[in-house]
C-alpha cells in the first residue's frame, strides 16, 4: 500500500517538473492543427461530449456561464481546446470533457462548429452606453476582432459577433485583470487602463455585431 502510494507521489512529481502548461498547449495545438476535421463525425463528438452545457445548436447561454461556439474559426476552437486540456486556460467545468478527447476528435468537432449557423438572438446588454461603445471599438478593438465581429483565424482571434454580452464582459474583464491568463499580450496592453463602464459599454457594443450572411448556393 505504502509503495503505492509513494510512486504515485514521485509520478505527480515528475509531472510538475515536465513542461509548463503552456508549452504543453503549444505542443498539442501543432499536432491537432495538422489534422483534417470530419464534419459528419464532429456531429457526433460534439453532441456525445460537448452540447450538454453549449446546447445542440452551439449556441450557449445568454446568461453568460456556457459561450456560443456556432461558426467560430476551428483555430480558435482548437487553441481553447488545448489550453483547457493543459490547464494554460483555468476551467475546472469543462476540464473533465477534455480529457479523453483524441487530437482527431478535436478536429473533427472543430470542423463540425465550424458550419454551424451563429445565433442572433445573443444576450445582450442594457443597450444604454453603445455610443461610448462604438468609439471604444472602432479604436481599440476593431483591427484585430474586425469591423463585424469576424476575428481572424490567422492569428486565432475569435469571431466574437453573436457571442453573449455576460460572457464577453466576463472574458474581458478577466483578462484586463490579468486572470485569464493565455490572453493575446497585445489586447492586454489595450484593456489594463479600461474602467468597468467602459468594459460594459464596448463588450455591450460587440454583443450586437452581425456577421454579414454568406450567399445561400445557387442565388444571387
Ligand atoms: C460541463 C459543461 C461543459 C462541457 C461538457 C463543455 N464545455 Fe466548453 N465551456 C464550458 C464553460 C463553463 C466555458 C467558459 C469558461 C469560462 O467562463 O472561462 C467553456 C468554454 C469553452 C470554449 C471557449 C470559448 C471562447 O470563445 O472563449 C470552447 C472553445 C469550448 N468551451 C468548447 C467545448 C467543446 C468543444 C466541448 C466538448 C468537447 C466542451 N466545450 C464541453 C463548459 C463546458
Ligand atoms: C492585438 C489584437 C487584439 C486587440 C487590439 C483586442 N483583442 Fe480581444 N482578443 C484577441 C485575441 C487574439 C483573443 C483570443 C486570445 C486567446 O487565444 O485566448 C482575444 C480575446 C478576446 C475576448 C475573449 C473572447 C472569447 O471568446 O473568449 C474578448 C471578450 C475580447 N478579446 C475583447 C476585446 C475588446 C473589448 C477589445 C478592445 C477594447 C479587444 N479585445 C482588443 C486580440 C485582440
Not at 45 to 60: I, M, V
Not at 65 to 79: C, D, E, R, T
Not at 92 to 108: G, I
Amino acid at each position: 500500500m505504502r509503495t503505492v502510494w509513494m510512486s504515485v507521489v514521485l509520478v505527480a512529481g515528475v509531472s510538475v517538473a515536465g513542461p509548463s502548461p503552456e508549452a504543453a498547449a503549444k505542443v498539442e495545438l501543432k499536432k491537432v492543427q495538422a489534422k483534417k476535421g470530419d464534419v459528419v463525425r464532429g456531429k457526433d463528438r460534439y453532441q456525445a461530449a460537448c452540447a450538454s452545457c453549449h446546447l445542440e445548436n452551439g449556441a450557449g447561454q445568454p446568461d453568460g456561464s456556457f459561450p456560443q461556439l456556432a461558426g467560430q474559426h476551428p483555430i480558435v476552437i482548437l487553441k481553447q481546446l488545448t489550453d483547457i486540456r493543459s490547464g494554460a486556460r483555468e476551467n475546472a467545468v469543462m476540464l473533465p470533457a477534455t480529457t479523453a478527447l483524441s487530437e482527431q476528435d478535436m478536429a473533427d468537432i472543430a470542423a463540425y462548429l465550424k458550419i454551424l449557423p451563429i445565433p442572433r438572438d445573443n444576450g445582450r446588454g442594457e443597450g444604454d452606453l453603445l455610443d461610448d461603445g462604438l468609439v471604444l471599438y472602432k479604436r481599440d478593438c476593431a483591427s484585430c476582432h474586425g469591423r463585424s465581429g469576424e476575428g481572424n483565424a490567422k492569428d486565432s482571434t475569435p469571431v466574437l459577433a453573436g457571442q453573449h454580452y455576460k460572457y464577453l464582459l466576463r472574458q474581458a474583464t478577466e483578462i484586463r485583470d490579468g486572470k485569464r491568463k493565455n490572453a493575446n499580450a497585445k489586447m492586454m496592453e489595450v484593456v489594463k487602463s479600461y474602467t468597468d463602464t467602459q468594459l460594459v459599454a464596448v463588450t455591450d457594443f460587440m454583443s450586437r455585431l452581425v456577421m454579414p450572411e454568406l450567399p445561400k448556393a445557387g442565388k444571387k
